[in-house]
T-cell receptor, first 112, second 114 residues
Framework: NAGVTQTPKFQVLKTGQSMTLQCAQD?????MYWYRQDPGMGLRLIYY???????DKGEVPNGYNVSRLNKREFSLRLESAAPSQTSVYFC???????????FGPGTRLTVL | DQQVKQNSPSLSVQEGRISILNCDYT??????FLWYKKYPAEGPTFLIS?????DKNEDGRFTVFLNKSAKHLSLHIVPSQPGDSAVYFC?????????????FGTGTLLAVQP
């Protein structure tokens, strides 16, 4: 039971490049989330998917797109990376509203 | 506008003593509060939660207190251990309807000195 897995663990991009961060959960959870963590800013929600087939914007969605591929997988895409997107990205999942969220180990992204 | 605030960026405590981490919130619609613990290079892990219908929840060495009138919650760790050294985030939900969106504070770095 791996929980929430994320790939890659580390990535360096040049400004303007694109990439997709992958996330998968094996807990049969309905809801999935993408956060970014920056120093002094806590965890900020980028996008979330309350259930398979739905996605919604969070607090900081600009510059990102998401795809809920199936119940297990939720990907985050940067179409044209910018230095302001240098951050640590966390994926999380939860079963029901009000339940705790389970987090993946994170992806450390640097945009030069 | 920070809806969940952790005003102490860091806290240092001696091993065996009590650690008290504080969190304030502004949105009275929040009805569920959680604490997460985060070690470096790892994802946050759930620690303890409390519903707005309670004012205290205990789990071993960890107790969370909720003061709804003051819009304040605190996490008590007794006794503190060196392994408790981590960043602690408080989070709140309930705003926005049925979707399980959490609003996180900025975190408090706890250092427990041996």
């Amino acid at each position: 039971n791996a929980g929430v897995t994320q790939t890659p663990k580390f990535q360096v991009l040049k400004t303007g490049q694109s990439m997709t961060l992958q996330c998968a959960q094996d807990m049969n959870h309905n809801s999935m989330y993408w956060y970014r963590q920056d120093p002094g800013m806590g965890l900020r929600l980028i996008y979330y998917s309350a259930s398979e087939g739905t996605t919604d914007k969070g607090e900081v969605p600009n510059g990102y797109n998401v795809s809920r591929l199936n119940k297990r997988e939720f990907s985050l895409r940067l179409e044209s990376a910018a230095p302001s997107q240098t951050s640590v990205y966390f994926c999380a999942s939860s079963d029901r509203a009000g339940d705790e969220q389970f987090f993946g180990p994170g992806t450390r992204l640097t945009v030069l | 506008d920070q809806q969940v605030k952790q005003n102490s960026p860091s806290l240092s405590v001696q091993e065996g003593r009590i650690s008290i981490l504080n969190c304030d919130y502004t949105n009275s619609m929040f009805d569920y509060f959680l604490w997460y613990k985060k070690y470096p290079a790892e994802g946050p892990t759930f620690l303890i939660s409390i519903s707005s219908i309670k004012d205290k929840n205990e789990d071993g060495r960890f107790t969370v207190f909720l003061n709804k009138s003051a819009k304040h919650l605190s996490l008590h760790i007794v006794p503190s251990q060196p392994g408790d050294s981590a960043v602690y985030f408080c989070a709140a939900s309930g705003w926005g309807g049925a979707t399980n969106k959490l609003i996180f504070g900025t975190g408090t770095l706890l250092a427990v000195q041996p």
